[in-house]
C-alpha cells in the first residue's frame, strides 16, 4: 500500500528545485503545505541515510522561512490525510508562533583535565589510592570525582542557561552523552537573536574554556519545541 | 553534504549551520517533532539498532575506575612537570598508562559507533523509499 512519508509542515512556497528532484512536493491546504514524498513500502528504516535525508530536507526548506519538522517516520495515507493535518487550527497556531524561531542545539564535553580540576578537594582518597591503587580505593574515589563531576556539570549548564537567557524564549534541556559530556541543549531562539546567542558562547568559552568545549548546530527547524497534543477524534 | 564548519579563535567554540551526523539527528528526529496521532502513524524499523547503549551511564565501576587512574595520572603529569623532571622515567609511565587509559574510554565509544554504523550499514540497501 502506497502512502505519504512527511518531512513536515511549511507556508505554501516553492520547493527547491534540488528536493523536488529527489521526489519531495507540497500538498497545500489554505496557505499552509505538508512537505512528502511518495512511499513505496512502510515501515520506514531508521538509518543513517534515511535520518540525514530527512533532516536535509527540513533544514534546507527552513532556511527559507519556518518548517515545522515531522517526527521521522511519520506517514500519511494520502493527500486528503495530508489537507486534514494541515486543516488543524494547531498547526496555523505553531506555524505562527515559531513564524521567526529557530532551534539551535548546543552540546558540551570536557577536556579530561576536568577530572584533576575537579578531584582536588579529594585529596585523601587520591592520597589513598596513590598509596594502595586497590579496586576499593579506586572506587571511592572514582565515586567521589563522578559526584564532583555531577555538580561542575549542573554548576557550568546554570551558567550558561544565565548567559543565554536575554536570547532564548524556551530551552529543552537533556543529559548529555558520554563520560566527558558536560551539557545537552536544545535553545529556541529568534533568527535575529542567533548571532548573539554564537556572541555569548564565544565569550563564554573564555570563561569556561579549557576544559569545556561547545559544538553549536543551526539555526535549524524548531525540532524541539513543535509538540502537539491533540485528543484522538470521538 | 556541503556543511560548513568553522571554529573560534581559541577553538573551543565549534560551529555548524546544519546537522551534519548521526549524533547531531538521532535525538531530534526520534524523540521530538511534529507527531499528530489521530491524523498520522509513525512507522520504522531499525530504531533498536541506532539506540542501544547510546545513552552511557556515568554512574558505572568501570567509570569509577578509569576515573581514579585518569586522575593519578594527571597528577604525575603534573608532579613532572612543575619539577621539571628528566623524561627518561617519568615519561616513558606516564605515556604508557595514558595510552591504556584513552584506549579504555575511546574503546567504549567506539563500541557505540560501531552499533550506530551497524544501523545504517544493515539497511543502507533497500531505505531508498522515502528519499533522495
Redesign the interface.
Known amino acids: 500500500m502506497s502512502a505519504l512519508y512527511l518531512y513536515g509542515v511549511t507556508r505554501q512556497r516553492e520547493l527547491p528545485q534540488q528536493l523536488a528532484d529527489r521526489g519531495l512536493f507540497l500538498v497545500e491546504h489554505e496557505g499552509r503545505a505538508a512537505i512528502v514524498s511518495e512511499l513505496d513500502a512502510a515501515p520506514v528504516q531508521a538509518n543513517r541515510h534515511n535520518l540525514l535525508a530527512h533532516a536535509d530536507a527540513v533544514e534546507e526548506l527552513h532556511e527559507g522561512g519556518i518548517v515545522l519538522p515531522a517526527r521521522f517516520g511519520t506517514l500519511l495515507d494520502d493527500h486528503d490525510a495530508a489537507r486534514e493535518l494541515l486543516a488543524l487550527p494547531d498547526i496555523e497556531l505553531l506555524l505562527e508562533r515559531h513564524r521567526n524561531n529557530s532551534e539551535l542545539t548546543l552540546k558540551g564535553t570536557y577536556e579530561e583535565t576536568i577530572l584533576a580540576e575537579v578531584s582536588r578537594p579529594l585529596e585523601p582518597l587520591r592520597e589513598a589510592y596513590r598509596r594502595a591503587p586497590t579496586l576499593e580505593a579506586g572506587i571511592a574515589l572514582g565515586e567521589a570525582i563522578t559526584e564532583a563531576l555531577y555538580n561542575r556539570r549542573a554548576r557550568d549548564l546554570d551558567i550558561v542557561l544565565q548567559r543565554l537567557e536575554p536570547f532564548v524564549g524556551d530551552v529543552v534541556v537533556s543529559e548529555p552523552l558520554g563520560e566527558y559530556g558536560a551539557l545537552d541543549l536544545a535553545l529556541l531562539v529568534r533568527r535575529d537573536a542567533v548571532e548573539s546567542v554564537d556572541a555569548a558562547l564565544e565569550e563564554l568559552t573564555k570563561e569556561l574554556s579549557p576544559p569545556l568545549h561547545l559544538r553549536l548546530v543551526g539555526p535549524l527547524p524548531p525540532y524541539s519545541f513543535v509538540s502537539l497534543e491533540l485528543p484522538a477524534p470521538v | 553534504?556541503g556543511v560548513m564548519h568553522r571554529e573560534?579563535a581559541?577553538g573551543?567554540?565549534?560551529?555548524?549551520?546544519?546537522?551534519?551526523?548521526?549524533?547531531?539527528?538521532?535525538?531530534?528526529?526520534?524523540d521530538?517533532?511534529?507527531?499528530?496521532?489521530?491524523?498520522?502513524?509513525?512507522?520504522?524499523?531499525?530504531?533498536e539498532?541506532?539506540t542501544v547503549d547510546?545513552?552511557?551511564v556515568?554512574?558505572s565501576?568501570d567509570?569509577?575506575?578509569?576515573?581514579?587512574?585518569?586522575?593519578?595520572r594527571?597528577?604525575m603529569q603534573?608532579v613532572s612537570n612543575a619539577k621539571g623532571l628528566p623524561d627518561l622515567f617519568g615519561d616513558a609511565e606516564e605515556s604508557g598508562a595514558e595510552r591504556k587509559t584513552k584506549g579504555a574510554?575511546e574503546g567504549?565509544?567506539d563500541a557505540i559507533k560501531e552499533k550506530?554504523?551497524l544501523?545504517?550499514?544493515?539497511?543502507?540497501e533497500?531505505?531508498d523509499?522515502?528519499?533522495?
Open positions: 553534504m573560534s581559541a573551543y567554540l565549534t560551529r555548524a549551520p546544519r546537522s551534519s551526523g548521526l549524533a547531531d539527528v538521532l535525538e531530534i528526529l526520534l521530538r517533532g511534529l507527531v499528530i496521532d489521530a491524523f498520522v502513524r509513525v512507522s520504522l524499523v531499525g530504531i539498532l541506532l547510546l545513552r552511557v556515568v554512574a565501576v567509570t569509577y575506575l578509569r576515573f581514579a587512574e585518569a586522575t593519578n594527571l597528577d603534573a574510554v567504549g565509544m550506530i554504523g544501523g545504517g550499514g544493515d539497511d543502507d533497500d531505505d523509499e522515502d528519499d533522495k
